[in-house]
């Protein structure tokens, strides 16, 4: 059995959260000894397609015609779509038909949690839709001393400096305005959000945030990988993602591999397997964004970051890769 894994435009989604599942998918599948390529001109006995643009409908359509399994990675939807890029709130309505034209195409679905397959679902799409964690890859979050240092180092920041962290594309949906906010509430703090995007692609307001408007506990020091970030997951003093809607939020099965403390936006995707209290703490506004975060720094939070990291071993890549396995077996 070997698995076509395709991306289209890999150097482009190198630093998105499709990127990431790439990468993912291909180490969960060599866990499992499944052979898999990333080139359509290979042979192969199943097409699994995780990308919308041109190329994807060729390979689907190529795959149709030698008669090959499709399964499609519904990575993404309508509602992710929103609150994001200038114009997607007005093109969301297109790009959900889009998505329907090319779920469609596909034999079985795969997407990363049972709120999405709950979204898929209702676009009135009938194949089977299997949710399964995009993983995580729990030796590289371990926390490491030198990883700590390079982060501290890199920041120019003192040992005993707090400091909250997110990850994400400077969209308005990952709740970027709320980040801020909570920084002007803990000017003792200091704020890092990373990510990036081209400040182009995104609304004046927003753009206007990351430039100039905010205050000077807060950095936008842009996508940064290695031990750089790996140690600013386990060194930070929290991990707080407000972000308004996901598919699942690979950032945050990387904070909870790395030990961290999480605060998240309470939202439907996190029902069933993220609960407040037990491995993470939730909010619904900066006000008890706030209240969340006063408490991870004034108590004793190790239970909760303990069943957070076990939440994380529950979605490792070999894991995930035998999930991903037995969806292969079934379309044969």
Do not use: C
């Amino acid at each position: 059995m070997k698995i076509l894994l395709y991306f289209e435009g890999q150097k482009l989604i190198a630093n998105s959260g499709i990127g990431h599942a790439m990468h993912h998918q291909m180490k969960a599948l060599a866990a499992n000894g499944v052979e898999y390529t990333l080139d359509p001109n290979d042979d192969y006995d199943v097409l699994h397609i995780n990308t919308y643009g041109i190329n994807s409908w060729r390979v689907i359509r190529d795959a149709k015609r030698k008669h090959k399994p499709v399964i499609y990675h519904a990575h993404s939807t309508e509602e992710d779509f929103r609150n994001s890029f200038i114009g997607s709130n007005l093109l969301a309505p297109f790009y959900r038909r889009y998505l329907v034209s090319l779920y469609r195409q596909a034999d079985v679905l795969i997407t990363p949690t049972p709120y999405s397959k709950k979204l898929i679902a209702g676009y009135g799409l009938k194949q089977p839709i299997y949710p399964i964690s995009n993983g995580i890859e729990l030796m590289k979050y371990e926390p490491k001393l030198e990883k700590e240092q390079a982060f501290r180092t890199h920041f120019n920041l003192d040992d005993d400096t707090q400091v909250v962290i997110s990850v994400g594309l400077l969209f308005a949906r990952k709740g970027i305005v709320d980040f801020v906010e909570i920084a002007r509430l803990n000017p003792e703090i200091k704020f890092i959000w990373f990510g990036h995007i081209n400040l182009a692609a995104i609304p004046a307001s927003i753009r206007r945030i990351v430039k100039e408007d905010h205050p000077d506990n807060v950095i936008f020091p842009g996508y940064i990988t290695g031990d750089v970030i790996e140690g600013a997951y386990s060194s930070a003093n929290a991990f707080l993602f407000p972000s308004y809607e996901e598919t699942e939020g690979i950032v945050v099965l990387e904070a909870l591999a790395s030990q961290q403390n999480v605060i998240v936006r309470d939202i439907p995707v996190y029902d069933g397997w993220l609960k407040d209290g037990q491995n993470v703490l939730k909010a619904s506004n900066v006000h008890e964004f706030n209240q969340q975060l006063q408490r991870v720094l004034t108590t004793d939070m190790s239970t909760i970051v303990h069943a957070g990291y076990q939440t994380a071993i529950e979605r490792d890549l070999k894991a995930v890769g035998a999930q991903l396995k037995q969806v292969y077996e079934q379309v044969l």
